[in-house]
């Protein structure tokens, strides 16, 4: 099991930067993947961007060039950095894993972080 905490949602003017948090732990050793994706009122929950333990990265297109996942050396510890931003990144925003253990793949999730973009 991983628990997932997020952290640094808040309200930005539009064309502003924020930069998320989110701290695993529990058997964060299994874990291969960790992701960031959002949910805007009304609105299916979309995925946002993904790294790999090997450090490949994914980006929604709508975001690219403009928010950056990172993770710490020691796993514990993802970001997501983002910059210009607009109202339509207004969302929850949730932290992810994927974990893999003994070939069974699970998913955990965190609480989420509200972000608010004024215009």
């Known amino acids: 099991q991983v628990q997932l905490v997020e952290s640094g949602g808040a309200l930005v003017q539009a064309g502003g930067s924020l930069r998320l948090s989110c701290i695993l732990s529990g058997n964060i050793s299994s874990v291969d993947i960790v992701g960031w994706h959002r949910q805007a009122p009304g609105n299916q929950r979309e995925l946002v961007a993904i790294?790999?333990?090997?450090?490949?990265?994914h980006y929604l297109d709508s975001v690219k060039d403009r928010f950056t996942i990172s993770r710490d050396n020691a796993g514990s510890t993802t970001y997501l950095q983002m910059i210009s931003l607009k109202p339509e990144d207004a969302a929850v925003y949730y932290c992810?894993?994927?974990?893999?253990?003994?070939?069974?793949?699970?998913?955990?999730w965190g609480k989420g972080t509200q972000v608010t973009v004024s215009s």
């Open positions: 790294m790999t333990n090997s450090g490949t990265t």
């Open positions: 992810n894993c994927r974990t893999v253990v003994g070939g069974t793949t699970d998913y955990f």
